[in-house]
């Protein structure tokens, strides 16, 4: 009798698939994946960001990401750029969820403190221009622009290998 109720007890754990199951859980996990109008992938956002490059009609920018104490260092996370009539803080803040979670994917120190993390850019472009925080602004719904994270080897974001984009 013994090796019936082991094997019940196996059964039973077997077919409860994890946590028990069943419930509103469905309805929750809908909710929570259904995306806001405006959310962009990282694969969608640098697709678009290579896209862009080769255009004419573009402005580009260094980006940066640092926690808001007063002697924090800016730390370059990547660039983003914008077609025209867009502009760089537009671009900045239409990407500053991309940027900030890279942020504390290439800079582990930074990710214990994630939700404190500020966005700067260089208004001017490129460096040697002086980093400046990103404020909020309206970003037009048809505004095209992409971001571009610095390569991270752990996670395999934003490298190119053998020509073709590992993600």
């Known amino acids: 009798m013994l090796p019936k109720l082991s094997a019940q007890r196996h059964l039973n754990a077997v077919s409860m698939g994890g946590f028990g ?3 509103s859980k469905g309805t929750q996990e809908s ?9 962009i992938t990282a694969k969608q956002s640098w697709e678009l960001f290579r896209q862009l490059r080769d255009s004419d009609k573009v402005q580009a920018t260094t980006v940066f990401a640092r926690l808001p104490d007063d002697d924090a260092k800016w730390l370059n996370v990547g660039g983003v750029i914008v077609e025209a009539p867009g502009n760089r803080q537009q671009a900045v803040n239409q990407n500053k969820r991309l940027i900030l979670e890279h942020a504390a994917r290439l800079h582990p ?3 214990l ?3 404190e993390l500020v966005c700067g850019f260089i208004e001017t472009g490129e460096a040697p221009g002086e980093v400046v925080y990103l404020t909020k602004c309206d970003v037009p719904p048809e505004l095209r622009s992409g971001f571009q994270g610095l390569p991270d080897i ?3 974001m ?3 290998q053998g020509g073709i984009k590992a993600r």
């Open 154 to 156: 752990k996670s395999g």
């Open 113 to 115: 403190r994630s939700r």
């Open 109 to 111: 120190r930074l990710a």
């Open 158 to 160: 934003y490298m190119i």
């Open 21 to 23: 199951g069943g419930g």
């Open 31 to 39: 909710k929570a994946k259904t995306p806001k109008p405006g959310d």
